[in-house]
């Protein structure tokens, strides 16, 4: 369903019309803006972006997409690194003027509009001492984040961010509003979250939230390339016996000013963790004691923060504007080949600001039913992503082989399937391993909601035959 033919300027100016939020062509002041996402080797031209303010806009403009058939592409926080939220030619919806989030202190609950990002709901929650799980930096889309699954921090205490959903509203491809919740199109509400778009336009997600903060216990360590195997096999071990409230995450980086390092240690390959303690401080660092009392780290940041502030940390490191290409699997554990091959492959780091980072799961994600929503992954230890960061185009080519020989290196000690929100503009073939066993159910429920495919812009899953 695609159409290449120019809009006619009747065409447009109707739709403009109908609609409460701007809209954009190519030769409009912001459609630049509207059309640059995070990751900036993704160079995409709508034919009509759409600014969606509410729900009306976006049942219009998916009767619009669909009547002409136009390519199809739902904008969140634009922060898909295979840049789905965009298409060439056809009609962007455009959520982010859709940033709304009221909180309800009284049933612990948020309606989060879709087009919110992590900060916007980290600041209106903890204005009531609540949280739910995000992501690892700020500026993240509310919406793919949950729609694909959520890890987060605070995943191994309360679950996928999509865990904490209680019900979504979406517009599905005949343009009407639907509620799915367990009680209303439960099949609708199981295949959201983990379908990652491909069911219809979310406009709002009302979420559960918990008590948490505003102080909380920030963890940070760094170690130098000598004791990067060891110490990665102590956390492998340490995970596995943490309580839920532990989250923490590794990395392996140059070192950087950036990281108030010595410049003896710039460029250096370095171990770093990252981690919360989503519970009391003072427990937090009993908790943490072991990680932090194991070898000799080079510095140890550990002390309390604002969750809000903890949850903005990242923002420098992974902000917009640089060409990235991720390639990431699950794993089962941190295997002495698996050492060996992150060791050969990070001696060299090709950028500073590339990373190869390990999220550690378990914990509530784990111990939610198994088949509790399309995401299939909850068995795994840990996602672990190369991720590649740099500036000029002439270095794509070393960038991308860097991931794909690191990656390709580290299959034999690879667990099966794949993140799918972290699957790049190229490994579209890989979606039915984000799936696996769910891939035929979610085939059907695409058939049901989405025959023709309108929502095709994303990690498509085709509807059955
Ligand atoms: C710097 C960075 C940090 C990240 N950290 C984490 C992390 O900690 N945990 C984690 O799980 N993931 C993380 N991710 C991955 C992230 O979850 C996905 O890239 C996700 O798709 C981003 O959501 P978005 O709304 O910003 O994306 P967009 O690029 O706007 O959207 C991605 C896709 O989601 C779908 N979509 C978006 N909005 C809607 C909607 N309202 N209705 C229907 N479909 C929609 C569409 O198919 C769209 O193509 C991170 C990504 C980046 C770049």
Not at 223 to 229: A, E, F, G, H, L
Request: net charge negative; glycine share 10%; aromatic share 10%.
């Amino acid at each position: 369903m695609s159409t290449t033919q120019p809009l006619e300027e009747t065409t447009i100016q109707t739709f403009s019309d109908q609609i409460h939020g701007e809209v954009l062509q190519p030769d409009d002041e912001g459609y630049d803006e509207a059309r640059t996402i995070w990751n900036a080797m993704i160079d995409k031209e709508p034919a009509v972006i759409a600014r969606c303010t509410g729900t009306a806009d976006v049942m219009t403009a998916v009767d619009f997409a669909r009547d002409l058939s136009l390519r199809l592409a739902v904008k969140g926080g634009g922060h898909n690194v295979a840049g789905t939220a965009l298409c060439d030619d056809g009609l962007v919806i455009d959520l982010s003027p859709m940033d709304s989030v009221r909180v309800d202190p009284d049933t612990q609950t948020a309606r989060v509009q879709a087009g919110a990002t992590i900060g916007d709901l980290d600041h209106e929650t903890q204005a009531f001492g609540l949280v739910t799980t995000g992501g690892i930096m700020s500026e993240t889309g509310i919406a793919g984040l949950t729609l694909g699954g959520g890890l987060g921090y605070l995943a191994r205490e309360y679950g996928l961010a999509h865990d904490n959903l209680r019900s979504i509203d979406v517009v599905t491809a005949d343009g009407e509003l639907v509620t799915a919740s367990a009680e209303e199109n439960p099949e609708l509400f199981w295949g959201l979250r983990g379908g990652a778009g491909n069911f219809g336009v979310v406009t709002s997600f009302e979420f559960e939230l918990h008590e948490l903060g505003p102080e909380i216990l920030n963890v940070r360590l760094m170690y130098p390339p000598d004791q990067i195997p060891d110490t990665l096999r102590f956390y492998d071990e340490f995970m596995r016996e943490a309580p839920n409230e532990v989250g923490c995450y590794a990395a392996i980086l140059e070192g950087s000013p950036e990281y108030g390092l010595p410049e003896e240690l710039h460029g250096v390959t370095l171990l770093a963790f990252r981690g919360l303690y989503a519970g009391d401080v003072s427990e937090g660092k009993e908790a943490f004691r072991p990680l932090r009392e194991f070898g000799d780290p080079i510095t140890d940041m550990t002390q309390p923060i604002p969750y809000t502030d903890y949850q903005q940390q990242a923002d420098d490191l992974y902000c917009a504007g640089h060409r990235n290409y991720w390639k990431s699997n699950f794993y089962d554990g941190i295997s002495d080949g698996f050492i060996d091959t992150l060791m050969e492959y990070t001696e060299s780091i090709p950028s500073p600001y590339s990373t190869v980072f390990f999220e550690w799961m378990g914990g509530e994600i784990a111990e939610r039913a198994e088949d509790a929503t399309a995401f299939p992954h909850r068995d795994k230890s840990f996602a672990f992503t190369v991720a590649p960061k740099w500036t000029d185009p002439e270095r794509d080519d070393e960038h991308i082989r860097w991931a794909r020989e690191f990656h390709q290196s580290l299959e034999p000690y690879a667990a099966d399937g794949v993140y799918v929100n972290y699957l790049s503009g190229d490994e579209s073939e890989r979606v039915p391993e984000a799936y696996g066993e769910r891939y035929e159910r979610l085939h059907a429920l695409k058939r049901e909601w989405d025959p023709d495919n309108l929502f095709q812009t994303n990690q498509n899953i085709k509807p059955a035959d």
